[in-house]
């Protein structure tokens, strides 16, 4: 059977997610997020957050947290901006236009969202109220296509949105990928300082299942929990996701686990680079885009599954390579060799 690096949730979730979730398993709780461990996880995430007033909900997936988030934050006219590159606008099957709220996508070099791009579709739609209201900006850290946010960055499209009275959202399928990142300056605190409300993956980093909401506007958390329910997040055995989060949360498993992700990853991109490959975007994630030729493909693909991305031309195509907390240090060394066999 071939590795696969198509993605970073094919194997199931942590060995000591598993034992804790055996070891638990018939211990009486309460239900709906109330039990001890989601009360457990959340005071632990609330501590890295260095945030008093931030509210913490767990949901099963990221598309569920993106639909609840946007359509609760948002009144009927009112629309989103994101990057062309963004999950709500590529994968997500329009979930959030089917809650009645457009996307407005904007073309990037890399996947990030510059204060310019927010301002060019402003400035598309003055003639109110002939035209939808712009009142989110959903971002992704990482983003799609691996680059992550500076601090810098963050904070400066932060200031941007508050003078523009625009929430901002951030996608943190893959946080844990971009905070562990070489080139990260972010904390935790960070992101729960400058963004309305952000989410942590646990489905990308580990968990069997998982996403941690953290609200940090305090203009938007009243009522939060209604629109859970109304939209099928809130789960009777809320427990399955605290007791996760509860055990990603202790010791730094959370960002250990990424942390590996990434530096298997960039083992794998030094290797393409010593052999002169170029890449689709710099990346120092989990996430890398070779370019390579069809032939180059054919060969890696004998042995390894990954996505063809994106066709550059007749001849070059990038590639998608995702390496996950689980991925085997051995494995990561067989497809290095094979890259250093390619032929041209």
């Given amino acids: 059977m071939k590795y696969s690096f198509k993605n970073d949730y094919s194997e199931g979730c942590h060995p000591k997610i598993l034992e804790a979730l055996s070891q638990t398993n018939l211990d009486q709780q309460i239900g709906y997020g109330l039990d001890e461990y989601c009360i457990s996880a959340t005071d632990k995430i609330l501590k890295l957050c260095n945030s008093s007033i931030s509210t913490v909900h767990f949901v099963s ?6 639909l609840i988030l946007i359509s609760a934050f948002l009144r009927p006219h009112e629309s989103v901006i994101s990057a062309t590159t963004g999950h709500i606008f590529t994968n997500e099957t329009g979930a959030i236009e089917a809650t009645g709220h457009k996307i407005h996508s904007v073309e990037t070099d890399d996947g990030k969202l510059k204060q310019s791009h927010i301002q060019s579709v402003l400035d598309l739609h003055q003639n109110k109220p002939h035209q939808l209201k712009q009142k989110l900006v959903y971002i992704s850290n990482s983003t799609e296509i691996g680059t992550n946010y500076s601090k810098d960055e963050l904070i400066s499209l ?6 523009k009275k625009l929430y901002l959202m951030l996608d943190g399928a893959r946080l844990g990928h971009a905070l562990t990142a070489e080139n990260n300056d972010l904390t935790l605190a960070d992101i729960a300082k400058y963004t309305d409300a952000f ?8 968990a069997l299942i998982g996403e941690a909401i953290i609200i940090n506007n305090q203009d938007l958390q009243d009522e939060f929990g209604f629109h859970i329910k109304q939209k099928g997040g809130m789960l009777a055995k809320g427990r399955l996701l605290g007791i996760q989060f509860d055990v990603l949360m202790e010791n730094n498993l959370y960002f250990d686990l990424a942390k590996h992700a990434n530096f298997e990853a960039m083992k794998i991109k030094k290797v393409f680079s010593d052999n002169g490959f170029e890449f689709l975007s710099e990346t120092f994630t989990n996430q890398i885009f070779p370019v390579l030729n069809q032939n180059q493909i054919d060969q890696l693909s004998e042995s390894f599954d990954f996505y063809v991305w994106k066709k550059i031309d007749e001849e070059f195509s990038a590639i998608r390579l995702i390496t996950s907390w689980a991925t085997p240090e051995n494995v990561t060394d067989q497809f290095c060799e094979a890259i250093s066999g390619l032929k041209k």
């Fill in 158 to 163: 932060s200031n941007f949105c508050k003078e």
């Fill in 199 to 206: 989410y942590l993956g646990g489905t990308k980093n580990g």
């Fill in 61 to 66: 997936g990221g598309t569920q947290a993106n």
